[in-house]
Nanobody
Framework: QVNLVESGGGSVQAGGSLTLSCEAS?????????????LAWFRQAPGKELEGVAV???????TYAEFLKGRFTLSWDSVKKTLDLQMKNLQPEDTAMYYC????????????????WGLGTQVNVSS
């Protein structure tokens, strides 16, 4: 079982910032992992469906959900083997459990094909 370990969640006020990190060395170092495989962040708010946030491959070319309006930045740290999501100007509607995803991740952030999920990290934004 390949593990993805998220960290960095917490509680902030509207307008604040957080950076989430997903430690993915087990996945990246697995000999079966495609070097061009995508990694992504998804989120699920209470009572809502899981939605894609951002996706990248190890070249660093990232794609973002349209609703983010440029507030989030996704990056791959090739030394630490972490997928980092820098979130700025957070709003109450960003409150959700954020999940790191790998294996079966697609550029269009379709969650149906994802095979590896982290346990999630909670983000709470108060108004």
């Amino acid at each position: 079982q390949v593990n993805l370990v998220e960290s960095g969640g917490g509680s902030v006020q509207a307008g604040g910032s957080l950076t989430l990190s997903c430690e993915a060395s087990e996945y990246i170092n697995n000999r079966h992992t495609n070097p061009r495989a995508y990694l992504a962040w998804f989120r699920q708010a209470p009572g809502k469906e899981l939605e894609g946030v951002a996706v990248t491959d190890r070249s660093g070319l990232a794609t973002y959900a349209e609703f983010l309006k440029g507030r989030f930045t996704l990056s791959w740290d090739s030394v630490k083997k972490t997928l980092d999501l820098q979130m700025k100007n957070l709003q109450p509607e960003d409150t959700a459990m954020y999940y790191c995803a790998a294996g079966g991740v697609t550029r269009n952030l379709d969650a149906r094909f994802v095979t590896i999920w982290g346990l999630g990290t909670q983000v709470n934004v108060s108004s």
